[in-house]
């Protein structure tokens, strides 16, 4: 079971404390400590909010690196990218954000990053917050993974719409979409329907206690 060293997140006023903050400089490490022990015992793990948060754009360090380079990153921290980390916040299916991963994950992959099949590598998504902290991040990672796999370049996916969840049969597609509508359009006026005083009558007790006022209902309608 190797070790392995995850990309720091700086907080204000301990800039100066990191070290090896950039991942080429942990391959470095992890390369020469491991052809010294002649077996791999040090490895990186990425996390691209803590790169974003101490100003590493991941795509330069990815391409900085060398030819062999993906094949040390062993697991990546994956989110919604921001850069003020921790934020933790779930990946939207078909959002730019998942979009931009697969663009950083794509140029790690070709640094080998996860194509060596004898050999593990984890993509983990770090647990949100909120009411609902995964939404449909599991889901957009799965298609990054695929796409990955069929290697897919970046700039072709958008002839690939289930990439995005929007084709026929695909969790977002329009017809699951309109259904989910049909089946929740009136959710907005559950509990507010009531009926009116009427013009010559009178309603009973119970329906003028569940409704509002005659006299509100007579200014909704001047509204």
């Known amino acids: 079971m190797p070790l392995v060293l995850e990309t720091p ?10 070290r090896l903050p950039n991942p080429l400089q942990m391959y470095y490490l992890a390369k020469e400590v491991n052809e010294k022990v002649g077996f791999e015992c040090l490895l990186l793990a990425m996390d691209f909010e803590h790169m974003l948060s101490i100003r590493l754009e991941p795509e330069k360090v990815i391409e900085a690196l060398p030819p062999d380079g993906g094949s040390y990153v062993r697991v990546l921290h994956v ?38 099949p004898k050999k593990d590598f984890y993509i983990v998504f770090e647990r949100g917050g909120g009411p609902d902290p995964i939404k449909q991040s599991v889901i957009a ?15 072709e996916l958008i002839k690939h719409p289930e990439f995005f969840g929007i084709a026929t049969g695909e969790f977002a597609s329009p017809e699951r979409q309109w259904v989910i509508i049909r089946e929740h359009a009136f959710d907005p006026l559950k509990g507010l329907i009531a009926t009116p005083e009427e013009e010559y009558t009178a309603l009973g007790k119970a329906a003028l206690e569940k409704g509002a006022p005659p006299e509100k209902w007579k200014k909704e309608e001047l509204k």
Request: net charge positive; aromatic share 12%; proline share 8%.
């Open 9 to 18: 997140m700086a907080h204000r006023g301990i800039e100066e404390w990191l």
């Open 79 to 116: 989110g919604y990218p921001a850069a003020l980390a921790p934020a933790h916040i779930p990946i939207p299916l078909g959002s730019e954000q998942q979009l931009y991963l697969y663009k950083i994950m794509y140029l790690l992959r070709k640094k080998q990053f996860g194509t060596d």
């Open 141 to 155: 990672l799965r298609k990054i993974i695929e796409f990955l796999e069929k290697d897919v370049k970046p700039e």
